[in-house]
């Protein structure tokens, strides 16, 4: 008999006017454990494409064996997937320039904890509002931090894809891990997101999307809808590829 999930997931990519798309998505549900992983890679010659890829399969090949939702279990992941992109960059040199933002969700029926690197976001809603989000790890961001710009300002700041963490960085690996769980309700929702993705839709408009959605891909499908009107406007410029997976908890 199949297990009845206490999750909906639905995801959406698009490449865009991008020559191909860096983004890879991916979960998995072991345990009663589930595992959601979202990176953006970063690097010439398919780098960040192999980068992204190789990171969310790392991850998701270790939590298959090992199941486990707790600060610990997330620094293991993430670990494992930072050496997994340092061996291959040894093994290919045209490879050595490869990184990649990551941002990983573990939840089970009653609770849930997150850690990321890079600006690719996660999102928590309650009630159609958002009560937690991450933290970009950006030039961008460190100036909202100092109180230089405002947060809404982040979206249009020329230094906002100045990274200042990534996975595949061998001096610096930091990523920012929760330290407990997170309660979780019927009805919370989680997006995790590429920045292309929250570039394009502001927080209100995630919330009232959500708010009429009834299904993950239904939420998911009126914020891309949103996207394409914006391009649609934008014409002229080059706009980044981009990915998103909506979680709800049932």
């Not at 040199?93 to 849930?112: Q, S, W």
């Not at 061998?170 to 929760?178: G, K, N, Q, T, V």
């Not at 309660?183 to 997101?193: I, N, P, R």
């Not at 292309?196 to 891909?217: H, I, N, Q």
Request: charged share 25%; glycine share 8%; aromatic share 6%.
């Amino acid at each position: 008999m199949e297990e009845l999930l206490p999750f909906m997931t639905a995801a959406v990519t698009a490449r865009n006017e991008r020559r191909r798309n860096e983004d890879f998505c991916d979960h998995l549900w072991r345990g009663g454990v589930g595992c959601w992983v979202m990176a953006d890679g970063l690097g010439g010659h398919q780098g960040g494409e192999e980068a992204a890829k190789l990171a969310v399969e790392s991850i998701l090949a270790v939590f298959a064996s090992q199941p486990a939702i707790s600060s610990g279990s997330l620094a293991c992941y993430l670990e494992a997937a930072q050496q997994a992109l340092l061996e291959r960059q040894k093994e290919e040199p045209r490879l050595t320039g490869m990184r990649t933002t990551i941002v990983l969700l573990l939840a089970d029926k009653e609770g849930a904890i997150w850690g990321h690197a890079g600006d690719s976001r996660l999102y928590h809603f309650r009630g159609s509002r958002i009560i937690n989000r991450t933290k970009d790890h950006s030039v961008a961001q460190a100036l909202v931090n100092s109180g230089e710009i405002k947060p809404e300002e982040v979206r249009s700041h020329e230094d906002r894809h100045r990274l200042l963490r990534a996975l595949g960085q061998d001096d610096d690996f930091r990523p920012a891990l929760m330290t407990a769980k997170q309660s979780l309700e019927t009805g919370d929702a989680f997006l995790l997101c590429t920045d292309g993705f929250w570039e394009m839709v502001l927080e209100g408009e995630m919330e009232t999307d959500l708010s009429r959605a009834s299904t993950p891909l239904a939420w998911l499908g009126k914020m891309q809808s949103r996207i394409k009107a914006r391009i649609l406007q934008e014409a002229e410029k080059n706009h980044d590829n981009y990915t998103a997976m909506a979680i709800f908890a049932n």
